[in-house]
């Protein structure tokens, strides 16, 4: 194999870090043990609560230490978790839960059918799924220890797989006492029921968390399937470090301080995979849809001819080019329901070229009467994607003639800025760039995307009343087949008054040593601590 002399500077530099490495991680978070596993996820953890948010942070923290009721099988089918058994009434409208034995939470109380009831009800503070199921709820009530009952007002047959699903909030089951708390106040105890205790003693934030096995767990007794099936714990601790740059967490992987980062820099791929005790692995097969949201409410993306602009003027290929360099990690998305999904379809997709038509998009900007607007691009520079995305989005705009400027900031600002519905005088934008799982997107009722309810909507505000009529139809609809069909009509009106633009699917792989076997892959799914061994 020929090393380029780029990839001999940067394998001198990691090996130079690793000298000093080992020494670095036992001072800061002890070795745990020979059974402990040292991770380094995506982002340092700061919020505990995965009702209180939604980052992917949270959320691997929620799975860890929070079990849930039903969770999907690798075919993408609820399967009961905390549920032993359900019974659903003739009419379709009773559903009677019963929990299964050997419940219990860490502080050694068993999990009550009241604590399942108040935690649905925090779920629907905060999630779309969530509060469908509650504006079709008659009655929630609990008919004894481990058994509850909700009560609906008309069928709603996708009512177990809401509460099953991962495209919004998870579903994390806490005691009755934190989950009284409104969701806008963050539950901070960390007592679930799930297979990992958070060790608070060990807790050091900004550089280290641990968690320890559950030993009193009761697995359930099918084989783990997607995130369904028995959660096994085969090691004693786990350990994440906190380790924010890429070298350095490199060097620590190949030095074995270190068995498992998240999300490994593309330009590091290749020494990864030359190191025979390192590998590269795709746990889910789904990826990220990266997404330009536009200002639905401000010139000149409230034009929908300008809005049809930017989906001729995308090349798609290009941006994978500059987010995702390796081409067996970045393929073009052309469907709203993303590309692993059931519903996904070609329809009204004639728009897709590529490399983009700036031609088209030109004259369909002149078309929206286009009069060089400022056009304002939110730009995180604390992202790489994405700032990298934002600087291309721009230029292809300013070689068609549109007034493009980066507004650049780390994401935090981003995040303040783009709930601004004012003009760009105001301190509006016109344009950012986000990712959501593609998973998700097969799940219209939740994912964030695919809301045009104006206002109501999430941030660019999309309003299209024909497309929510049909997308009100989801929920009601008892078969695979009726949802593919309603799915080719909702994609024919997004394309039409395009509610977004996609910009492409990108698959994450893990970087692990090979000692580290066992890790699950799951579609949809952020990564999850049990099933892996380490010998």
């Known amino acids: 194999m020929t090393i380029s002399r780029r990839e001999l500077f940067k394998l001198g530099m990691a090996a130079g870090t690793a000298l000093s490495m080992p020494s670095i991680l036992r001072a800061q978070s002890g070795s745990g043990g020979a059974d402990a596993v040292h991770m380094v996820m995506s982002g340092d953890l700061a919020v505990f609560d995965p009702i209180y948010s939604s980052a992917s942070i949270t959320t691997i923290h929620g799975k860890a230490i929070y079990d849930t009721l039903f969770a999907l099988d690798s075919k993408l089918m609820p399967q009961p978790q905390m549920v032993e058994k359900w019974e659903i009434s003739d009419d379709k409208r009773t559903y009677t ?20 009831v108040a935690s649905i009800r925090r779920w629907a503070e905060v999630d779309g799924g969530a509060q469908l199921i509650m504006s079709q709820v008659q009655d929630i009530s609990i008919k004894d220890d481990k058994t509850f009952v909700i009560v609906l007002k008309e069928p709603l047959p996708i009512l177990i797989d809401i509460l099953a699903a991962s495209t919004g909030y998870y579903l994390a089951i806490m005691r009755e006492q934190d989950a009284k708390r409104p969701a806008t106040e963050q539950v901070t105890a960390n007592i679930g029921s799930g297979p990992f205790k958070f060790n608070q003693a060990l807790a050091k934030p900004g550089v280290s968390f641990s968690y320890d096995r559950n030993e009193k767990y009761v697995p359930r007794k099918e084989a783990a399937d997607g995130s369904a099936g028995g959660k096994v714990v085969n090691v004693d601790r786990v350990i994440w470090d906190n380790i924010a740059d890429q070298q350095t967490a490199l060097a620590a992987l190949q030095a074995g301080e270190i068995d498992f980062i998240q999300t490994p820099s593309a330009d590091l791929y290749s020494m990864i995979e030359s190191d025979p ?99 304002v691009i939110l730009q995180p520079g604390n992202i790489a994607w994405m700032s990298d995305a934002a600087q291309l989005v721009a230029a292809t705009l300013r070689k068609i003639g549109v007034n493009a400027e980066l507004a650049p900031s780390d994401w935090g600002g981003v995040v303040k800025r783009r709930a601004n519905k004012g003009p760009v005088e105001s301190g509006g934008w016109s344009i950012f760039i986000t990712s959501s799982t593609d998973y998700v997107q097969g799940d219209p009722t939740s994912a964030i995307f695919m809301n045009a309810s104006g206002e109501k909507a999430w941030y660019g505000w999309p309003k299209n009343d024909e497309y929510e009529a049909l997308r009100a139809k989801w929920p009601k609809l008892e078969t695979l087949e009726q949802r593919k069909d309603l799915a080719r009509q909702m994609q024919r009106v997004w394309w039409d008054f395009v509610g977004d633009v996609r910009l492409g699917q990108v698959v994450q792989p893990i970087a692990r040593r090979k000692a580290l076997t066992g890790l699950l892959n799951i579609t949809g799914s952020l990564p999850v601590m049990w099933n892996m061994q380490k010998s």
């Open 97 to 116: 839960f019963q929990l299964r034995d050997g419940l219990g939470w860490h502080d050694g109380t068993p999990v009550t059918a009241a604590d399942c």
């Open 277 to 375: 005790n390192l590998a590269l692995q795709v746990l889910d097969t789904g990826g990220d849809d990266m997404c330009l949201r536009m200002n639905h409410l401000q010139k000149p993306f409230d034009n929908v001819k300008a809005r049809q602009a930017m989906l001729h003027l995308i090349d798609q290929e290009a941006l994978l080019r500059v987010t995702t360099p390796d081409p067996k990690y970045g393929f073009p998305v052309t469907s709203i329901f993303g590309n692993s999904t059931p519903y996904t379809n070609d329809e009204n997709t004639s728009w897709y070229k590529q490399g983009g038509d700036p031609e088209k998009a030109k004259q369909l900007f002149k078309e929206a009467g286009y009069a060089g607007e400022k056009v």
